[in-house]
């Protein structure tokens, strides 16, 4: 749940009873595990290396967005960043140019590097 007070946005906290993402720089949640859609993401040019996709992610904030040639052909994308510590943690696909790649439109990309498992992952 996000409380809303003076049009600021205080962090959201997933629930403790699902496996999440956080920022590994803060600990903020990023993401619940039943929101992930791939982990095959590879990331060239714009990032760092390993990413995931996930459907939806909750304490981040969205750049404006902007064409980009990633390995998977041209997109428009908006880097993504915690809304806590404002670390650019990857990007939101706004518009994907092939067809094969709609399926990505309003997805998130975020890097390996910047989230931690939390929450029940044994």
Not at 2 to 28: I, W
Request: with cysteine.
């Amino acid at each position: 749940m996000v409380k809303m007070t003076k049009s600021k946005t205080f962090q959201a906290y997933l629930p403790n009873c699902h496996r999440t993402y956080s920022c590994v720089h803060c600990r903020a949640h990023l993401a619940n595990h039943d929101e992930l859609i791939s982990k095959a993401s590879a990331v060239s040019g714009a990032g760092q290396g390993r990413a995931y996709l996930f459907n939806s992610v909750v304490n981040v904030g969205c750049g404006p967005a902007e064409e980009r040639v990633l390995l998977t052909g041209l997109h428009a994308v908006a880097d993504i960043y915690c809304e806590n510590c404002k670390t650019t943690l990857g990007w939101k696909y706004e518009h994907a140019f092939e067809s094969s790649q709609k399926y990505k439109e309003g997805k998130f990309i975020i890097e390996l590097a910047h989230m931690i498992k939390d929450n029940g992952w044994e």
